[in-house]
C-alpha cells in the first residue's frame, strides 16, 4: 500500500535550467497538493490540482510555475528558468476526497538546489 | 482559514506525557483540527484530526476544548523518536502551516 511517492528526492540544477519534480497520490486519491519549505520555516501551500484540473494556484508565483495532474501518471511541478530563490523543498500531498474533515497524506519531498 | 499559535519549543522526559497546546481562538463551526508532525527533512506526518469530540488513535489522542477556541495533542508515553516539529492547523479547504512546536524528548 505505497504512500505518496515523489521522484526525484534530490535535484540540482544551475540557474536558467528547468525542474521537473513528479508526485505520484496515493492510490486511488485523486486530489493533490504542493507545497514549498524554505529552510527553518513551515510549509507554504502553492497549487490544489484534481485530476486534470487545477482548482486552486492561489499559492503559486505568477512566473516560472505551473502544475498539471493529467489523467493518466504522476502530477508534475514544473519550474522553468530556476533562479537561486528556488532552492527548496517542494512537498506533494494526496487526498481521498476535498473538503473539511480529510487528511492529507505527504510524500517524503524533493530537494530543489540551484547552483 | 483560521489561524493558530502554538509555543515554539518543548521537551519532555522519555516514557512521560507530551502534552502539545494549540489556541485557535477564530476557528470556524466547519474546520477541523489536524495535528502533523515533520522529523527532520522528512514529509509531514498526519497524527490525528477532529470537528467537536476528543479523538484517539495509536499514536495520539487530541483533546478539543468545548468552545473549540483551543487543543491539545497528548502523546501518551514519549520516546526519543517522537522528536519532531510538530504543527497543528485548522482548516476549512486549505491548510497552512505555521512554525510548529519543536518537541525535543530526553532520555
Known amino acids: 500500500n505505497a504512500g505518496v511517492m515523489q521522484n526525484p528526492r534530490h535535484l540540482v540544477r544551475r540557474r536558467g535550467q528547468e525542474a521537473r519534480l513528479r508526485c505520484s497520490p496515493v492510490?486511488?486519491?485523486?486530489?493533490v497538493y504542493w507545497y514549498r519549505q524554505l529552510p527553518e520555516e513551515g510549509l507554504k501551500f502553492m497549487v490544489y490540482l484534481q485530476k486534470e484540473n487545477i482548482i486552486d494556484e492561489s499559492g503559486m508565483p505568477k512566473e516560472r510555475f505551473s502544475a498539471e495532474f493529467p489523467k493518466e501518471g504522476p502530477s508534475i511541478l514544473r519550474i522553468q528558468q530556476v533562479v537561486r530563490g528556488d532552492s527548496a523543498a517542494y512537498f506533494c500531498?494526496?487526498?481521498?476526497?476535498?473538503?473539511?474533515?480529510?487528511?492529507?497524506?505527504f510524500g517524503d519531498g524533493t530537494r530543489l538546489s540551484i547552483l | 482559514d483560521a489561524k493558530t499559535t502554538q509555543p515554539p519549543s518543548m521537551d519532555c522526559a522519555e516514557g512521560r506525557a507530551a502534552n502539545l497546546p494549540c489556541n485557535h481562538s477564530?476557528?470556524?463551526?466547519?474546520?477541523?483540527v489536524y495535528w502533523y508532525r515533520q522529523i527532520h527533512s522528512q514529509g509531514p506526518q498526519y497524527i490525528i484530526h477532529g470537528l467537536k469530540n476528543n479523538e484517539t488513535n495509536e499514536m495520539a489522542s487530541l483533546i478539543i476544548t468545548e468552545d473549540r477556541k483551543s487543543s491539545t495533542l497528548i502523546l501518551p508515553h514519549a520516546t526519543l523518536r517522537d522528536t519532531a516539529v510538530y504543527y497543528c492547523?485548522?482548516?476549512?479547504?486549505?491548510?497552512?502551516f505555521g512554525t510548529g512546536t519543536s518537541l525535543t524528548v530526553i532520555p
Open positions: 477564530t476557528i470556524s463551526g466547519n474546520e477541523y
Open positions: 500531498a494526496s487526498s481521498l476526497n476535498k473538503g473539511a474533515g480529510q487528511p492529507q497524506h
Open positions: 492510490k486511488g486519491h485523486s486530489h
Open positions: 492547523i485548522v482548516s476549512g479547504n486549505q491548510f497552512y
